[in-house]
């Protein structure tokens, strides 16, 4: 169910939470936001498994402890912002990115700095359904690491 | 859980086979094993395993290879690759083609128990959503298939029309003949199948609750309005909404939903944006519009709007010969349901069944067999025609005329002289015998008694005290 190195949930976990989360919010009409966060990892990048479990650790420390995250495919994080409407999702996000900007991931003296990029789409304004929502959020995503990383970037 | 899954094990290092193969049944599964991917993919046509252990590295075709063509094969065989050269990019690559889980070597005992036990537990449980999920498909698909009849059969067709287009649909019919499973048929037969289908029922709510059930509301918008609210309306988004019970909304709200199919938008309640929406729009009502309108209760405009094709449902005594059809189609669910073996209700339940006219429709019918399925037998199915024949409304009304004058009689004074006591005692007598032949005739449901005795539950409570009734 936990991802050893992160302590976060298994793709699979997460997924029916997703899905689960889109019945609820249906049944008891609420807003909710779906994230996804990608470390911006160059070639050059030699200590990949610190940042992702440093990064992992700052997501966890900078939502809400009823938010649900997820670890998919081996660099990137879900979350599940439930109650969260576009301009909510937004100022997460943008709090998330801006800590990871000024957090120095350091390991046996040497000083590195990282950034991430954040893609997300909101229940029901982006979409209504599991499938829409999280390629709405990807497409976001790679338009985020497009336009160079670092960036928070909605369906307009 | 059951233990006797067989696990199959590929790797082409003979020891270790060897090994994994003992530690398994050691667990208790059992444990086939082949030394190459070639062997594997044949191994698996022939014994369906529970789980696949897969050797990463192997000579000829290697893990992710194997990993594929499996898949192919079956997908729902779970995984686990073992790796000794466990990089990263082989993970990744294993994990995208649909890999459970991942085991490096060396390992312990445990860890391989563990993981089997995890990654066999999930697939268990995706099995079992799978097959509810079905069950629901088949379920909704079922339920408006079987009829004879000519009308409804020409609701059929009017379905498959009308379904993939995105026309506005208006169902009539009584309450209880299946106006919903009309609407859910119109939606599960259009393009927007896979979208959600959110039903409102127009009744349920007041009016302002209703809209902002309907249309969300902003913060603030009034007191208790701690956040925003998506509307049914934007969860029906790219789906269908059906609005059950339309003849009872409010001219208000009426107008409100006029915009929302004249233009695909609205506002929330309290806001000034206007949300776009793409929503098939089946209304459905059991009320006569027509009159309604000519009433000035619903709005001319909005029942044009919405009467674009109008499906009309028949009531069920309308469709007699259908009845059969519908029995045991109920049997068969309540059965199973309930785990039950009624197969057939008796010759006189039937005929009493086709002579019925059905008030209630479908409904009624369903509810009248799902009773006798649970109860197992048709006793209170009959004792209830039977008194619908020899009355109506249960007939209690002449019953206790009779009642009043015999007892009447019967309570004259022997050992008393006031006239005041007589009045007492008589009136005693006669509340006696009236309440507990209404209790006989609603099976002791005091609070169905209490409303045709019209006097409080409480009451009734206190009157079977002070005579002493008792339940026989």
Redesign the interface.
Known sequence: ?FDVQTKLLKS?VFEYLLDLEIKK??RY???FSLLIIEPDLREDTYN?ADIIKATADIISDEVRITDTIGRI??NKFYVILP?A?TITTLTVAERIRSRIENYTFSKNSSVIKNTISIGAACF??HS??LKNLVSSAAQMINRAKNIGGNTVCLPS | MNKKETILIVDDEKDMRFYIENLITSFGYNAASVGSGYEAIEKVKTINPALILLDLMMPEMDGIEVLRRLKEINGDIPVIMLSAHGSTDNVVKAMKIGASDFINKPFEPEVIEITLSQVLERKNLLLEVKRLKEEINKQTRYDLIFSNNKKMTDIKSIIEQVAETNITVLVRGESGTGKELVARAIHATSLRRDKPFVKVLCTALPDNLLESELFGYEKGAFTGAMRRKPGKFELANTGSIFLDEIGDMHPTLQSKLLQVLQDGEFARVGGESDVKVDVRVIAATNKDLDRAVKEGTFREDLFFRLNVISIIVPPLRERKEDIPFLIEHFLNKYNLQYNKGLKKLSEETMARFMEYNWPGNVRELENMIKRVVILGNEKTVLTRFKSLDAHTDFGYQNEVQIIKTDKAKKAAPDNGFSLKSVNKRAIAEVEKETIKDILNKTRWNRKEAAQLLKISYKSLLNKIKDYELDKI
């Open positions: 169910m699979d919010a249906m009409q609420y807003f990949e495919g081996n109650h409407e029901p304004t209504n359904e």
